[in-house]
Structures are given as structure tokens and as C-alpha cells.
């Protein structure tokens, strides 16, 4: 059964740095295209960034290109998202997930806010 739980969320004030973590299992992780999409709020779902199966090539939105990096550790099975210089805009619930295999996790809730 594949399986994504995304942890590390929480509220943090804006300009500072925020490590998303995901954990995987279920699927041949070092092999697969893995996500993270976020939505805010009254808003529709936003690919935030994505990598490929071979790790070489990751994708931004353009909202957040130059903040945040996308990483896994195939190790381990997880995938990260470091997000830097923090924005109000940012708020959402993240998700991490493989479009591959039509699944994601629960989600974990960012609130950028003094």
C-alpha cells in the first residue's frame, strides 16, 4: 500500500526557514516522480515543486522558485521541502504525494504570520 505522511508543519513568523518532511513506503522510492502540492484556504491545489525519479530534475511553482528545494533521501524513503524567506502567502495546508501513483498524504499546515 503506498503511503505518504508529511510532518513539520507549524506557524512561523515571515523571513524565517521551514523543513517539510515526508515519509514514504509501499512504492519503489528511488524510481518515482514525487510532489509537494499545497492549498490555502478558498483557493485551488498548487504544485509547489516536484523531482524525478532520478533526482536530477526538479520543478518550481513560480511563486516560490529561489525559496524553496525540494530533496529526498532515498535512504530512508523521505522526501523534504525546504522553504526559506517565509511569506504570509505561503500559508497552506502542504501535501506530499506521487502523481505517479495517485497518492498523498493528509497534509501538514503551514501558517507564515507574526
Known amino acids: 500500500q503506498v503511503q505518504f505522511v508529511e510532518s513539520g508543519g507549524g506557524l512561523v513568523q515571515p523571513g524565517v526557514s521551514l523543513t517539510l518532511s515526508c515519509t514514504t513506503s509501499g512504492f519503489d522510492f528511488g524510481a518515482a516522480a514525487l510532489e509537494w502540492y499545497r492549498q490555502a484556504p478558498g483557493k485551488e491545489r498548487e504544485l509547489v515543486a516536484r523531482?524525478?525519479?532520478?533526482?536530477?530534475?526538479?520543478n518550481y511553482a513560480d511563486s516560490v522558485e529561489g525559496r524553496f528545494v525540494i530533496t529526498r533521501d532515498i535512504s530512508k524513503s523521505m522526501l523534504f521541502l525546504e522553504m526559506n524567506s517565509l511569506k504570509p502567502e505561503d500559508t497552506a495546508v502542504y501535501y506530499c504525494g506521487s502523481d505517479e501513483y495517485g497518492t498523498r498524504g493528509p497534509g501538514t499546515q503551514v501558517t507564515v504570520g507574526s
Open positions: 523531482i524525478d525519479g532520478s533526482g536530477r530534475w526538479r
